[in-house]
């Protein structure tokens, strides 16, 4: 069983940075990947950034430049750090990661970008 606990959201000026983590609980995290979706109002899920167990990253085009997906595998922690945010980037925030066929999600947390 993994669980999975975003925080770091909140209200952000245009322009400015914030950094998210997903904390995750159970074992062997450091052998799956980790991604960071986000759900704007009224929008579909989207998948942001990818991280896999060895490194290697992947970002949406609209993010690619701004955001870095970053793990912490001793402490199980993903990290998202955003930097240069648009009014766009409005989501909530959500981390994922899929073990035996199965998907596990946090609760997500909110990024408003706003002046």
Known sequence: QVQLVESGGGLVQPGGSLRLSCAASGSLFSLYGVGWY???????????????????RNYVDSVNGRFTISRDNA?????????????????????????GGVDYWGKGTLVTVSS
């Open 38 to 56: 986000r759900q704007p109002p009224g929008k579909q899920r989207e998948l942001v950034a990818r991280i896999s167990s060895g490194g290697s």
């Open 75 to 99: 402490k199980k922690i993903v990290y998202l750090q955003m930097n240069s945010l648009k009014p766009e980037d409005t989501a909530v925030y959500f981390c994922n990661t899929q073990r």
